[in-house]
Nanobody
Framework: VQLVESGGGLVQPGGSLRLSCTASGFTFSMYAMGWYRQAPGSEREVVAAITSAGNLNMYADSAKDRFTISRDNAKNTVYLQMNSLKPEDTAVYYC???????????????????????WGQGNQVTVSL
């Protein structure tokens, strides 16, 4: 099983980045997906989540109106489009997968609760001048 992330890096405040996470070794379409992040000295926190079918998503308050999560089940890939980036978005971003269990809301809740089956290796995003 692998979750391979890409797309991180250094960007100036106000800029944009798109993170990608390509999965292998499991049936991608049977998993809700999400993104967590961890800033230095802080706990890991959920950023966004999307159901296995891609029909429902959620965002942390810090990400609303700036970030967009999406997925392409044909490509086994989930994306996080990040716009209007701020220095406080600086963190290591992790792609996560949680097996489907229950309704769409249950899928999202599992991601939020940290009931995660697979984690990516992490991808550094730095927002700075």
């Amino acid at each position: 099983v692998q979750l391979v992330e890409s797309g991180g890096g250094l960007v100036q405040p106000g800029g944009s980045l798109r993170l990608s996470c390509t999965a292998s070794g499991f049936t991608f379409s049977m998993y809700a997906m999400g993104w967590y992040r961890q800033a230095p000295g802080s706990e890991r926190e959920v950023v966004a989540a999307i159901t296995s079918a891609g029909n429902l998503n959620m965002y942390a308050d810090s990400a609303k109106d700036r970030f967009t999560i999406s997925r392409d089940n044909a490509k086994n890939t989930v994306y996080l489009q990040m716009n209007s980036l701020k220095p406080e978005d600086t963190a290591v971003y992790y792609c996560v997968a949680s097996v489907v269990a229950g309704s769409d809301y249950d899928e999202i809740l599992e991601i939020i609760r940290g009931s995660i089956d697979y984690w990516g290796q992490g991808n550094q995003v730095t927002v700075s001048l």
